[in-house]
């Protein structure tokens, strides 16, 4: 059996005497309110210490209008005792209760009106009417009729009844521990080592503790710090760079044709900006549009400065990892960026106009297509994603190009991530003499599968409650 | 994405085996089936492989892959006899012509879409949506050779496809779907291109319409391809294509004669690629026997040239094949991506956080030990939250997007503070107190860095708590600071703080101004602050 309170046993001991009371007279008896005994009485009724008896007993209650009827009597009934024989209707019609006291009579069939004077009808009397208001019963229908006038209003009132069970009876019998109870322990108490003497208050463990929340990182903060710390592990480096790009970095160094889709005004947000090329730009254009000194044919064509100029924001973290790469040029480099990414893209809830966009390469002297596959198995695989596949896939700066994929209990396989050899039409112009692995993914496809979001925006437009009731530890399975 | 509808039975003709065995092996040509149906599979091909858009040209790949067919498939071209002129006045308007002529069609509903839709995707995915590349196909019992391209006045009129009545030129770019779709590649020339028979008559106004007249109906048996651009490699690979992908299917091509040259030839090129180099990007132990093994199964013509080398013979209608690596994919995936062995790079190499995400974290752990919950806004917002609803003056260098998709997106955010009142907005119906912190990315002129912010909300939150908190967060991020009064409007004034380091502001403390609650909607006091991470003794410099 749960412990006692100090109430509760109060409320057993004055009820050994009482043995059975209502709530007002324990009350009384106690120095509490009526409210708290009851509120005891339940807690010791759970323990099958008492019983309590529920009585409701509908009442009748006079309303302000009503109270001051019950004084005065009802209007009708004052407006009769005035009549007497000869009274004028221009009479009645100064009394106070003229207004609702005159159509009452009427109605009742108490009063005639006779040319100018008004006349009682023959026995008449508003005793019934008197005495439903005095003694209002229900089923009477003056009663009734009263209550739909708003004189009367019924009003429920609860009676509890308390008695002492036997298994109650026999607990104070045994004897109660009545010293007034400690709550939250003082200073002086700890030191003085008074507490011995205390009777500490047992609290409940059943009950739910009332909400605390703990300030945290973001849920989609924790997924993005796992996947860094994964490549941190495995040695790679990490960048950072400027959400604004210029074109340069973001396409032409990257091989991206000038005339491509990508590159147009509804695809990439661009800015009035401009910047100054980086100095060696030519080798990019010469490669642009003859395959400068490789085995490459170019786009032919045009390239033109000025486009390559201007500023966006960028479309993808490799305008970062391109440019360490540029100044980077002894091998080994093994390097990843994380960072937002920006696509001029209808906002809904499966795209985003930007996102994280998570993006490694790895250049070293013999780095095959084969080690790109085993970087990607890897990193999936410290994800929690145990089976991973790769298929052809094409992107502009890559070949030979992939996909990568996983599979997800419950959903299949599951396109992650693309990847490829940077082409050489991308690295010769830099001075990169040997092969270049890179690698990008979306970072928020994860975080919607894993946090089991339904709309994306909620990653940047969060409900609080949801940030405070996503766990930090989350128990994955799968990846998930 | 192209997606490309391939119809069981016809691809199975063609393939010659079953559609069970395509669709399974389809996807490691690289593709995406996007939909199996009863009769017909929809398959979504990557850009780079245009020859990949019609079923003929999947079935031809797929023989290879599959071993039925291997080798470089060839295609006879015999001179039709036809001459095209070409007017010299087109140099700067729309130079290159590309022409063939495709005898014995035998078209039904279907094929006639299938040619439709590879056309609509070569324009797509070659044509730059026309400008680089249009395509159109004639009847050509209908109209008398020679042809010419010209550059013709504005104002001459001609009946356009699915009209019936003549129309100028002008009329045409302004009235017919495809003329105001496509108005913007020539409105601006003073004579517009025209293909015209020995007649006169009207073929074609490249790149918008063709004439009714010689419409393709389920009767047409012979063809004329005419095809003009701006790109000479693009024009003749959008020829290459539609003329093999008709030869698949069983038309004869003929060469028509444009300036004492035949065209096309549909002859592959010619590369002499290193076995070594092969080997070595793709990991993978390669002879020249194997490697020109892999090769053919892609239909490329290949055989080996001496210890090291394998002579290839590109297809016509490969569009992607611009360096030596293209085609290393090529044997990768012949090969097999899944057979590739894939493991991690052996050389040694040590891991190093950013100093700038390492500052964060940091920054982070003072603001979650302060019981602040970390949210994460976009970084595209717009003035009236950044600025108005702050009462503050424009951030200088602020930036704005050129062509925004909602007036909710225009500028970078230039500060986080504002992003933060905006989510106590969003949270209004939820339990206070609220305290959000934010640490991440702001641009100013083209620079970005990094700022730190925090709000905390609820009915007892004023100046004390804001001053309590930002000094506990500077403290931990070892920030020697100065606090001076501030005149930022955004705050009340008398309860906030500059936030100075080394005699420059780096941030703001203090309690939100009523106005700026109001702007907001926001009901209780806010305590905020807000600080440039570059504050931090030693951040590297970007």
């Not at chain 1, 046993?9 to 009371?21: G, I």
């Not at chain 1, 990490?238 to 790009?245: A, F, H, M, N, T």
């Not at chain 2, 393939?15 to 599979?41: C, F, N, Q, Y």
């Not at chain 2, 100046?463 to 930002?470: G, K, L, N, Q, R």
Request: hydrophobic content about 40%.
């Amino acid at each position: 059996m749960a412990e006692l309170t100090q109430n509760e046993k109060r409320l057993l001991a004055t009820l050994e005497k009482e043995k059975k009371a209502d709530a007002p007279h324990l009350a009384g008896l106690m120095g509490a309110t009526p409210e708290a005994v009851v509120q005891w009485a339940h807690l010791a009724e759970d323990k099958g210490l008492v019983a309590v008896d529920r009585i409701v007993v509908k009442e009748f209650v006079y309303t302000d209008e009503g109270k001051e009827y019950a004084k005065n009597g009802l209007p009708e009934t004052q407006l009769f005792r005035f009549i007497l024989p000869g009274t004028m209707l221009s009479d009645l019609q100064k009394h106070e209760a003229f207004r609702i006291g005159f159509g009452q009579l009427r109605k009742k069939g108490l009063i005639r009106v006779e040319g100018t004077s008004v006349v009682k009808v023959a026995g008449a009397s508003t005793d019934i009417d008197e005495s439903a208001l005095r003694n209002p019963a229900e089923g009477n229908p003056s009663t009734k009729e009263l209550l739909k006038r708003g004189i009367l209003e019924e009003c429920e009132t609860v009676r509890n009844v308390i008695a002492i069970t036997p298994s109650g009876l026999a607990l104070v019998i045994k004897g109660l521990d009545l010293r007034e109870e400690t709550g939250t322990l003082t200073r002086e108490q700890i030191i003085s080592g008074e507490w011995k003497n205390l009777n500490l208050r047992k609290y409940d463990v059943s009950k739910l503790p009332k909400k605390a929340y703990p300030g945290k990182i973001h849920p989609y903060q924790r997924i993005i710090a796992e996947m860094r710390q994964i490549l941190l592990e495995m040695g790679f480096e990490e960048l950072y760079g400027g959400i604004v790009q210029q074109s340069f970095w973001n396409f032409d160094a990257l091989f991206q044709p000038q005339d491509h889709p990508a590159r147009e005004m509804q695809d990439t947000f661009y800015l009035k900006e401009t910047l100054p090329l980086p100095e060696g730009y030519e080798k990019v254009k010469a490669m642009h549009i003859s395959g400068g000194e490789t085995s490459s044919t170019g786009w032919g064509g045009m390239w033109r400065e000025e486009k390559a100029e201007q500023c966006v924001l960028r479309t993808h973290t490799t305008s970062v990892s391109i440019q360490h790469l540029a100044q980077n040029l002894k091998p080994p480099v093994k390097a990843f960026c994380v960072g937002r990414v920006y696509r001029r893209e209808t906002i809904d809830t499966t795209h985003l106009a930007e996102f994280e966009q998570l993006e490694g390469i790895v250049m070293d002297e013999n780095v095959t297509f084969g080690n790109l596959l085993g970087i990607l198995r890897e990193f999936y695989n410290r994800m929690g994603f145990e089976s991973v596949r790769f298929k052809p896939s094409f992107y502009p700066y890559t070949e030979p190009s992939l996909d990568a994929e996983v599979y997800v209990e419950g959903i299949g396989w599951i396109e992650m991530g693309g990847a490829g050899v940077f082409r050489e039409e991308v690295t010769a112009p830099l001075g990169v003499q040997y092969p270049v692995l890179a690698w990008g993914l979306g970072v928020s496809r994860i975080a919607m599968l894993r946090l089991g979001l339904k709309d994306l925006r909620l990653l940047h437009k969060s409900d609080v409650a949801f940030l405070r009731e996503t766990p930090s530890l989350r128990h994955s399975k799968g990846g998930l | 994405m192209a997606v490309i509808t391939l119809p069981y039975k016809y691809l199975e003709r063609l393939t010659r085996t079953d559609k069970k065995t395509i669709l399974e092996k389809v996807p490691l040509i690289g593709s995406d089936v996007e939909r199996v149906e009863e009769d017909h599979a929809d398959v979504e091909f990557f850009p780079d492989r245009p020859d990949l858009f019609s079923p003929e040209g999947v079935a031809r790949a797929m023989r290879g892959y599959l071993g039925i067919e291997t080798g470089l498939p060839t295609y006879p071209v015999k001179p039709s006899g036809i001459k095209f002129t070409v007017d010299p006045q087109l140099a700067t308007i729309r130079p290159v012509l590309g022409v063939a002529v495709i005898r014995g069609v035998s078209f039904d509903d279907e094929s006639i879409q299938s040619i439709m839709s590879l056309q609509e995707s070569l324009h797509w995915a070659v044509g730059r949506g026309r400008s680089k590349v249009a395509i159109g196909i004639h009847d050509m019992d209908t109209v008398k050779p020679p042809f010419h391209y010209i550059a013709s006045r504005r104002s001459r009129g001609f009946i356009p496809l699915d009209f019936s009545e003549k129309m100028t030129m002008d009329e045409i770019l302004e009235k017919h779907p495809k003329g105001r779709d496509y108005a913007k590649i020539v409105k601006d020339f003073p004579l517009f291109p025209l293909i015209v028979d020995d007649d006169d008559h009207v073929l074609s106004f490249p790149p918008i319409i063709n004439g009714e007249r010689t419409r393709v109906t389920i009767d047409t048996k012979n063809i004329l391809l005419d095809t003009t651009g701006t790109d000479p490699r693009a024009v003749s690979v959008a020829v290459n294509i539609i003329c093999t992908a008709m030869a698949e299917a069983g038309a004869s091509i003929e060469s028509v004669e444009i300036g004492g040259i035949q065209t096309p030839t549909l002859a592959p090129s010619e590369r002499v690629l290193s076995v070594s180099e092969c080997s070595r990007i793709l990991g993978v132990s390669l002879t020249p026997a194997s490697m020109a093994g892999y090769l053919q199964r892609m239909r490329f013509g290949a055989e080996p040239s001496g210890p090291e080398k394998v002579r290839v013979q590109v297809p016509c209608y490969r569009a992607d094949i611009m360096h030596d690596w293209d085609i290393f994919e090529d044997v990768a995936i012949a090969y097999g991506y899944d057979k590739l062995e894939s493991q991690p790079p052996k050389t040694y190499t040590v891991g190093k956080p950013h100093p700038v995400q390492v500052n964060a974290a940091l920054a982070r752990e003072a603001f979650t030990g302060l019981g602040y919950l970390e949210v994460m806004p976009f970084t595209l917002t717009n003035e009236d939250v950044l600025y108005t609803r702050m009462q503050r003056e424009e951030t200088k260098g602020v930036l704005r997007v050129m062509h925004p998709i909602s007036i909710e997106n225009t500028v970078v955010r230039t500060e986080l503070l504002p992003l933060l009142l905006e989510f106590l907005t969003l949270n209004r119906h939820r339990e206070l107190p609220q305290n959000l912190f934010s640490v991440g990315d702001v641009v100013l002129d083209c620079h970005t860095h990094q700022q730190a912010a925090g709000v905390s909300t609820h009915p007892d939150a004023d100046f004390s708590e804001a001053y309590a908190s930002a000094d506990a967060v500077l403290h931990e991020l070892s920030i020697d600071y100065l606090v001076k009064e501030s005149a930022d409007p955004a705050f009340i004034d008398g309860r906030r703080g500059d936030i100075i380091v080394a005699g420059k502001k780096v941030g703001v403390f203090g309690e939100i101004h009523p106005a700026v609650l109001n702007a907001f909607e926001l009901e209780h006091p806010v305590a905020a602050f807000e600080f440039d991470l570059r504050a931090v003794p030693g951040y590297p410099a970007l």
